[in-house]
């Protein structure tokens, strides 16, 4: 089964500094997904990456996914305190979609003023 | 309704309960997901179905779990004879095509 591996697990971060949050599949990623998990709360869905060297950006976050398609990365800009939480990448491990997703252990951000 | 939802958020119960617990898909969506996440992990795909049909059930952990979907909208998780390493939180997550979309989670603790 796929594994993927999130790096680094935790980040502490100065607010308005900029980050980037990585995740490396064992396998061809067919479809990879961005989400943003806060305490209490369910996982909120930020993007999805399918191709090679896509990217796609939401307000200040900005997600990549390499042209082998193994890896993806996760930048935010000038961080704010909203960005705080624990940011998870999980991975389609079908070639068709909607299918059940592997999810990496996540990286817990924290925002510092 | 506007979010996926489940019920209850919080389920504290005693070693060898049964214990369901439900989730109520965004409306019209045909995909529905369980996975679990023990703290400090990323959440563990369970079973899924499309409509009411159980597509597959590879990840639930033994025969003293089990799903159904019988309308093809909300969803029940059942565990039988519960034990302490069953204690996480149970997510279910719906989608119509490529995105799935999480509810906030049933915290399960079995004393």
């Known amino acids: 089964s796929q594994e993927l591996e999130q790096s680094p697990q935790s980040l502490i971060v100065q607010e308005g500094k900029n980050l980037t949050i990585n995740c490396t599949s064992s396998k061809t990623l067919y479809g990879l997904y961005w989400y943003k998990q806060k305490y209490g709360e369910g996982l909120i869905f930020l993007m999805m990456?399918?191709?090679?060297?896509e990217e796609k950006s939401h307000e200040k976050i900005t997600a990549k996914l390499d042209e082998k398609k193994q890896q993806s990365s996760l930048h935010i800009t000038a961080s704010q305190p909203s960005h705080a939480g624990i940011y998870l990448c999980g991975a389609d491990e079908a070639n068709f979609g909607n299918e059940k997703l592997t999810f990496g252990t996540g990286t817990r951000l924290t925002i510092i003023p | 309704g506007a979010g996926v939802s489940q019920s209850p958020r919080y389920k504290v119960t005693k070693r060898g309960q049964d214990v369901a617990l439900r989730c109520d898909p965004i409306?019209?969506?045909?995909?529905l997901y369980w996975y679990r996440q023990a703290l400090g992990q990323g959440p563990e795909f369970l079973t899924y179905f499309n409509y009411e049909a159980q597509q597959d059930k590879s990840g639930l952990p033994n025969d003293r779990f089990s799903a159904e979907r019988p309308e093809g909208s909300i969803s029940t998780l059942t565990i039988q004879r519960t034990e302490q390493r069953d204690s996480a939180m149970y997510r279910c997550?719906?989608?119509?095509?490529?995105?799935?979309?999480f509810g906030p989670g049933t915290r399960l603790t079995v004393l």
């Open positions: 409306s019209g969506h045909v995909s």
């Open positions: 997550a719906s989608s119509s095509r490529d995105t799935q979309y």
């Open positions: 990456l399918q191709k090679g060297g």
